[in-house]
Each structure stands twice: as structure tokens, then as C-alpha cells.
């Protein structure tokens, strides 16, 4: 049996997890959403960064639950971003 220290720390670590995934979902739809309707150019950093980041939480939450066609995915969306970004700054 685990320490009570050991089991709370797994559901914070679980839930931190979660929080993150959600996040990631939201801000990949955001951005999806903003570009295809037309309210932000997808040549901005406020879109990369909402992918970039979105791709993260979301890539996170794949590898935690080994779903790794997805957390490959997100890794490429995340790439793409951070060259976006780089353009960007250039």
C-alpha cells in the first residue's frame, strides 16, 4: 500500500495533467477559430502562441496516457508554431 503522501501527490500531479490538457484544448480551438473566422491573422504571435501552447497541454496529456499517434501530432503542431514564430520575430 502507498503512503497517503505518495497517493495525494499522484492526484495532484493527475489533475495538473488534466488542467493543462484542457488548456491546451482550449487554446488550439481559440486559435482555430479566431483564423477561420477571420478575426486574427494566422501571421501574429498571439495565434502561434496560443497553438504552440495549446500543443503542449495537449501533447503532455497524450504521452501521461501513452496515446502517442496523438502525442506525435502535437509535437509536429508544436514545432510548426515555434518556426511560425521564429519567422515571426525575424
Do not use: C
Request: net charge positive; no cysteine.
Amino acid at each position: 500500500m502507498l503512503p497517503a503522501n505518495s497517493v495525494k501527490m499522484d492526484h495532484i500531479r493527475r489533475t495538473g495533467v488534466e488542467i493543462l490538457g484542457w488548456y491546451g484544448l482550449i487554446a488550439v480551438v481559440i486559435a482555430y477559430g479566431s483564423v477561420s473566422l477571420n478575426f486574427v491573422s494566422p501571421n501574429t504571435y498571439v495565434y502561434q502562441f496560443l497553438n504552440l501552447s495549446g500543443s503542449v497541454g495537449l501533447g503532455l496529456v497524450a504521452f501521461v496516457k501513452r496515446a502517442y499517434q496523438n502525442g506525435v501530432l502535437n509535437v509536429v503542431w508544436g514545432a510548426i508554431a515555434v518556426v511560425a514564430l521564429i519567422r515571426l520575430i525575424r
